[in-house]
């Protein structure tokens, strides 16, 4: 999933797997104070596998973002999350979050 953020855009995501997944997520603030909040959930039972690759790319100044991963797994169920925030030179006023657990 890749989303790209333009000046003053919102965007606010919600979702949870209860099965085998292998999912990314690249979210891209190109405009001055564009707000991302996403809440990405997991549960997981017996032999059930989790792959999570998320990207939070600050490209614009006043920009703000919060990534929040919740795993929950019983038996021999599995979640890897690999998590990259960027700002890049001249993100002033960046404000970027990212909890995964």
């Known amino acids: 999933h890749r989303y790209i953020l333009q000046d003053h855009s919102r965007l606010s995501i919600r979702c949870m797997y209860e099965h085998s997944f292998n ?8 405009g001055a104070y564009a707000n991302a909040d996403v809440k990405i959930g997991f549960k997981g039972v017996k032999a059930t596998a989790g792959q999570l690759h998320t990207l939070q790319r600050h490209e614009a100044s006043h920009t703000t973002s919060a ?9 021999a169920a599995q979640m890897v999350h690999e998590g990259m925030v960027y700002i890049a030179p001249g993100a002033a006023g960046t404000d970027a979050r990212l909890y995964s657990n």
């Open 67 to 75: 990534l929040c991963v919740k795993g929950l797994l019983a038996d």
């Open 23 to 30: 999912e990314e997520f690249e979210i891209i603030l190109q």
